[in-house]
């Protein structure tokens, strides 16, 4: 699985777009990118999944250059209920692969 | 749907006992599997299944044995408890009929201690 990497921690004001950057030099050609939220005591919840391009849900949107080797998670208007760690994950979409690498993700902080 | 539930939501043992995690999930998921994340850290994968009757190590085995009976249940077994088992368990699960494999759904997470 392809390596990631994530600032360990964002501070943002209330309202404020917040933006969170993924390296992923050596992504495969099959690989997706995968976004988790995780609040304090909970398991983590998916967030947004996307290929290339620009994906966008009611919660999210991804930015996925042309090269793949980055991607950036874009939270619009940001409340103190998004305060959570948000991990980046690249990997192979159905069985093609059984292990997921949760790094120690970023840690957004909402300030009111 | 309930999702995938654990219990206990918390335990505390003494070092040497033995406990049963228990996890279910009512999505008829072929794929589940077991993390631990420590205070500041990641998950790390403990055990994993594909189907009811297969079962693999992840990355933090030792110390823990799974099986997989049914497709809706997953018990992790911790044989004889160590403090270094102080974690909170996260189960999880996914299909790979969704064609998007990386969409788990996790459970509400079991705080352990041992000590």
């Known amino acids: 699985l392809a390596k990631t990497t994530q600032p360990i921690s964002m501070d943002s004001y209330e309202g404020q777009e917040v933006n969170i950057t993924c390296s992923h030099n050596n992504i495969a050609t099959n690989d997706y990118i995968t976004w988790y939220q995780q609040f304090p005591s909970q398991g983590p919840r998916f967030i947004i999944q996307g290929y290339k391009t620009k994906v966008t849900n009611e919660v999210a949107s991804l930015f996925i250059p042309a090269d793949r080797k980055s991607s950036t998670l874009s939270l619009p208007r940001v409340s103190l209920s998004d305060t959570a760690v948000y991990y980046c994950l690249v990997g192979p979409p159905g069985a093609g692969s059984y292990q997921l690498t949760f790094g120690k993700g970023t840690k957004l902080s909402v300030i009111p | 749907n309930a999702g995938v539930t654990q219990t206990p939501k918390f335990q505390v043992l003494k070092t040497g006992q033995s406990m049963t995690l228990q996890c279910a999930q009512d999505m008829n998921h072929e794929y589940m599997s077991w993390y631990r994340q420590d205070p500041g850290m990641g998950l790390r994968l403990i055990h994993y299944?594909?189907?009811?009757?297969?079962?693999d190590q992840g990355e933090v085995p030792n110390g823990y044995n799974v099986s997989r009976s049914t497709t809706e249940d997953f018990p992790l077994r911790l044989l004889s408890a160590a403090p270094s088992q102080t974690s909170v368990y996260f189960c999880?699960?996914?299909?790979?009929?969704?064609?998007?494999?990386?969409?788990?759904?996790f459970g509400p997470g079991t705080r352990l201690t041992v000590l």
């Open positions: 299944s594909v189907g009811a009757g297969i079962t």
């Open positions: 999880a699960s996914s299909s790979f009929r969704t064609g998007s494999f990386n969409e788990q759904f």
